[in-house]
């Protein structure tokens, strides 16, 4: 089986359909799913599914390789490799994952929530156009990429889709308090709270969509809950522009 497309091995009719696209979750952990039906995998396959989707194209084998098992020979990755190919192309060859002798990647008719997200996101931060009304719906933005998983490419790529969630929750906000859905604006504004605790942004953002509904009260109690966390766990103080946001209150 060394090089070339691996041959495949059907289980049961998995793929009664070829035209249906397949359904791969990476928030909140991993899901491969056919009409709702989840599709189990081994761990090592997973992996490997997981990287091409990450990586949004296709890549060497040997470097693939050498990511997924960085601690063994080269000959042991390639394998390890081989076998988890094989395992992926048992529910269809081709379905899942695409191979030539040099590179491997991601079918393309799989529909990734990754990729729904990332593209909410770029609209909503994208303040020169208005948003579609389903991208103001916050709670896909809540979600973690692979929260249990720790190898270091997940480490990273789930840092750079936090912080994106984050400025998009952020964006829900802003434009939530835009039509005056003050309600919807707090949901969002506290989501992005709960997403990075100590991040000054989201908690100025949340206090301003309390202050837009006329809740002062709650707008001071975020206030002096963040300086007082903050101050906690860093022995710091909230920049000049936070504390001038409750500031303008008290003097007002």
């Known amino acids: 089986m060394a090089g070339g497309v691996l041959p495949s091995f059907s289980i049961g009719g998995a793929f009664p359909d070829p035209s249906t696209p397949v359904r791969l979750e990476l928030l909140n952990g991993f899901r491969l799913q056919l009409d709702g039906r989840d599709l189990p995998l081994a761990m090592g396959p997973q992996r490997l599914i ?111 889709l936090r912080q994106l969630r984050l400025h998009a929750l952020e964006a829900v906000c802003h434009r939530l308090m835009s039509l005056g859905m003050f309600g919807g604006a707090v949901q969002a504004g506290l989501a992005a709270v709960a997403g990075k605790p100590l991040r ?37 103080e909230p920049s000049p522009a936070m504390a001038s946001l409750i500031g303008r209150l008290k003097t007002a």
């Open 200 to 236: 000054e942004s989201s908690h100025r953002t949340l206090i301003e969509a309390y202050l837009a509904e006329g809740n002062v009260a709650e707008a001071i109690r975020q206030f002096a809950s963040y300086r007082h966390t903050l101050y906690e766990e860093l022995g710091v």
């Open 50 to 160: 997981a990287l091409l989707a990450l990586q949004r194209g296709p890549m060497l084998r040997e470097h693939v390789a050498g990511i997924l098992w960085p601690d063994t020979s080269t000959g042991h990755a390639a394998g390890s490799l081989r076998s988890a190919v094989w395992r992926v192309q048992q529910l269809g060859e081709g379905r899942v994952v695409w191979t030539t002798r040099s590179h491997i990647g991601l079918a393309q008719r799989i529909a990734v929530d990754i990729t729904a997200m990332a593209g909410q996101a770029q609209r909503l931060l994208d303040t020169s156009a208005p948003c579609e009304a389903e991208d103001l719906d916050y709670r896909p933005l809540t979600r973690d990429l692979l929260p249990d998983w720790y190898e270091d490419w997940v480490v990273v790529e789930r840092e750079r």
